[in-house]
Nanobody, 122 residues
Framework: VQLQASGGGLVQAGGSLRLSCAASRRAYTIYAVGWFRQAPGMEREFVAAVTWSGGSTYYADSVKGRFAISRDSPKNTVYLQMNSLKPEDTAVYYC????????????????WGQGTQVTVSS
C-alpha cells in the first residue's frame, strides 16, 4: 500500500486546512485509516481515524469538535478537515493504514505516508 498525504501549509490561528490521504491498495485489507502528528521534539501522537467499511470515526481529545475525518471510498481517499487551528496543532501530519482494530495505537499501523507539514501561526 502506498499513501500520499497532501494539503499541509501555513495558516493563522483560527484558520482551516484540509489534509488528504490517497491510498493505492494492493492485496491489503484496510480496517482503518488514521492520522497522526509529530511536533518537533515530541513523540508522534494519534489524531483521528476512520474505519474503512463502516465509516466510524475516532478522535483524540485535543482535536474533538475542531477536526473531522472522512473517507471517499471510490477514490480511496481520506480527508482530515481541520478547523479552529491553534499554534499547538503545528506538526508534521502522517496518514497510515491498519488491518487491525486497535486504531489509536501507532504500532498497529503497517503503512505510512510521507507526512505533510502544518504550521499554525499565532
Amino acid at each position: 500500500v502506498q499513501l500520499q498525504a497532501s494539503g499541509g501549509g501555513l495558516v493563522q490561528a483560527g484558520g482551516s486546512l484540509r489534509l488528504s490521504c490517497a491510498a493505492s491498495r494492493r492485496a491489503y485489507t484496510i480496517y482503518a485509516v488514521g492520522w497522526f502528528r509529530q511536533a518537533p521534539g515530541m513523540e508522534r501522537e494519534f489524531v483521528a481515524a476512520v474505519t474503512w467499511s463502516g465509516g466510524s470515526t475516532y478522535y483524540a481529545d485535543s482535536v474533538k469538535g475542531r477536526f473531522a475525518i472522512s473517507r471517499d471510498s471510490p477514490k480511496n481517499t481520506v480527508y482530515l478537515q481541520m478547523n479552529s487551528l491553534k499554534p499547538e496543532d503545528t506538526a508534521v501530519y502522517y496518514c497510515a493504514v491498519t488491518s487491525r482494530d486497535w486504531i489509536s495505537a501507532m504500532h498497529e499501523y503497517d503503512y505510512w505516508g510521507q507526512g505533510t507539514q502544518v504550521t499554525v501561526s499565532s
